[in-house]
């Protein structure tokens, strides 16, 4: 069967239809739905990820597929547990996510909404002028093979992909702004002010808007121009995720003509294209058409901003000052469609002349991302601040998700934060259900865990000295964690160690459904000394690489994380051009790294 002869122009399947293509992939369908064999079920997110073609025979599928909805149609492969309905969907309001949320996330979600509360804010935006997106969501997550045997990591081979290129869409989201608020002239001067972020509610004007198959799209006038610094993400429900921090966009930028500035965010988000890196090239990013904010290409921002935030950067941003929120650690998988993102917020302030500038850290934030189709990921702000500025960093440098007996894709289970300090790494942990909840958090003090929190001169490391950037990781295929990162040394070196242990390490709900918590591993065993994983180029101007990371579950089936011997590296380096001609200011450089 053509999926072209099943699906509508605005992305949506009938239920029995979907279910006839589903067995031409000799998936099974696990459970019994409710749901009438005509419902439409919505899937776009199939398509926009290349998974379904809009004009070939639909090929075999490598991942098991959840319908997400309030009637919990499940399907899924036989190598693949089934998978538990997974929300909130793209778009919704605080209000209508706690509606179809299982108890475990919805709890998160009301931890938050009391919290602000507390303090007349909104811990959630909410675009009721957009109308109701399709309540159902579609997950992929691909089949993950476990060893039965424990492999050493060694590295096996690399190969260099080269520096990404942009493919804008041409499309963007008419969206009236309702207003954003004046800010007194007393708050409105040099200087950090942490109740701008506190004590507002979410700016409506930033941040991707949701958008669904239905929603009203115009042409942008121009193919905009961008220039990115840092670059991080990971997998999500079926599409490959790139985050972004400074973000300038131009006009329409050739060979001959440098384009002209339009604007400036603190963040963005792409998809990849055409998956190229798996056939050893560079990769092509693309910015969905809910992230533009006009036809000329200005962006909204990947990271919503506070009103107070936001309105202090339109007024201050011209002589130097300005708040962002800067995604600078890779997604952590919460669920089947949703990634998590611990972010800081920081104070910059640049010398207008010289451009020097410096940055304060001010806290964080925890973003809640879902990978809507086809406007592009979408993060909700969960907490204005989470974190504080005399605390470490808990989760802005790496986190792991561990997961319960429900097995990957659940809602059950703990997420392991990690926090960079001088001594080394040091890790805290939280059931996902209070991950808003900061007295929640519990921290390794060495010997056990407890809710005092460690402070930035903590030796309660779990690795020894510092790292700049990294990831931690399990691979099935190793049967143990991995940690990659860069140093503060400026030696363009990716490095790993990894978790010793004289047995396999197999997560328990792969055997039996138990909880027993297989993260815990990473605090009750040793790590390897460092190795050398990767040297890399550091690109035109001879400078650091850096924003170096670990892009999980790119290579699919074949990744390390799920089981391959697959991983990508990605990373930053200065070219020392202009940001409006073609070399930009960045470039983000991809390699594909062979284990062993």
């Given at each position: ?74 399907f899924t492969s036989d190598s693949v547990a089934s998978l538990p309905t997974s929300v909130p969907v793209a778009g919704q309001s605080l209000a209508s996510a706690e509606s179809t949320t299982p ?288 605390e470490p960093e808990w989760g802005t440098i790496a986190a792991i998700r561990s997961y319960g007996s429900s097995g990957a894709g659940g809602n059950d289970g703990r997420l392991y934060v990690f ?178």
């Open positions: 069967m053509e999926i072209s002869h099943a699906v509508s122009e605005k992305g949506l399947i009938s239920l029995a239809t979907l279910t006839q293509l589903l067995s031409s992939f000799e998936l099974e369908t696990s459970g019994k739905s409710s749901l009438a064999p005509d419902s439409k079920v919505n899937v776009q997110p199939l398509i926009s990820a290349q998974i379904f073609s809009s004009s070939t025979s639909v090929a075999a599928m490598p991942f098991a597929i959840a319908i997400a909805s309030t009637s919990a149609a499940t108890a475990s996330l919805s709890a998160t979600f009301s931890s938050a909404k009391q919290s602000s509360a507390a303090k007349s804010t909104s811990a959630v935006p909410t675009y009721t002028s957009m109308g109701t997106p399709t309540a159902s969501l579609i997950a992929l997550i691909p089949p993950i093979k476990y060893a039965k045997s424990l492999t050493e990591p060694k590295v096996g081979g690399s190969k260099l992909h080269g520096s990404s290129s942009d493919m804008p869409t041409d499309k963007y989201i008419p969206f009236k702004n309702p207003g954003n608020q004046e800010l007194s002239k007393d708050l409105l001067v040099p200087g950090l002010n942490g109740k701008l972020t506190t004590d507002y509610p979410i700016a409506p004007d930033t941040g991707v808007l949701p958008m669904d198959p239905s929603t009203s799209v115009l042409s942008l006038k121009v193919t905009p121009h961008l220039s990115r610094d840092g670059g991080k993400g990971g997998y999500l429900n079926g599409q490959k995720i790139f985050i972004f921090c400074d973000t300038g966009s131009y006009t329409t930028t050739t060979s001959t003509t440098n384009g002209n500035f339009v604007g400036f965010v603190a963040s963005s988000v792409t998809i990849d294209v055409g998956n190229n890196a798996k056939f050893g090239k560079a990769l092509s990013l693309q910015d969905g058409a809910a992230q533009w904010s006009d036809d000329q290409g200005r962006l909204r921002g990947f990271s919503p901003l506070t009103q107070g935030e936001h309105s202090y950067n339109l007024k201050m941003q011209g002589q130097g000052y300005r708040y962002a929120v800067w995604p600078e650690s890779s997604i952590i998988p919460l669920n089947a469609t949703t990634a998590l993102l611990y972010s800081p917020i920081v104070y910059l302030e640049v010398n207008m002349q010289s451009k020097n500038f410096k940055y304060t850290y001010t806290g964080s934030t925890l973003l809640a991302i879902t990978a809507q189709a086809p406007g592009g990921p979408r993060a909700v702000r969960l907490v204005n601040k989470l974190f504080s500025q005399d926090a960079s300090v001088k001594a080394g790494l040091l890790v805290g942990r939280v059931e996902v259900g209070q991950i808003t909840n900061k007295t929640s958090y519990q921290y390794w003090n060495g010997l056990s865990w407890g809710f005092k929190m460690p402070d930035l001169s903590s030796t309660s490391v779990i690795l020894p000295g510092p790292s700049m950037d990294g990831d931690m990781f399990y691979s099935p295929y190793h049967s143990t964690f991995i940690f990659v990162y860069l140093t503060p040394y400026a030696d363009n070196t990716f490095y790993f160690r990894y978790l010793l242990t004289d047995k396999p390490i197999i997560p328990a709900y792969v055997n039996g459904g138990s909880n027993e918590d297989y993260v815990e591993n990473i605090v009750k065993l040793k790590w390897s000394d460092p190795q050398v994983l990767y040297k890399a180029s550091p690109g035109p101007t001879g400078k650091y690489i850096y924003a170096g990371g670990v892009q999980a579950g790119y290579y699919d089936g074949d990744d390390i994380t799920n089981g391959g011997k697959k991983m990508m590296l990605s990373w930053t380096a200065p070219t020392g051009g202009d940001p409006s001609s073609l070399a930009s200011e960045y470039m983000f450089v991809t390699a594909e790294i062979t284990w062993q």
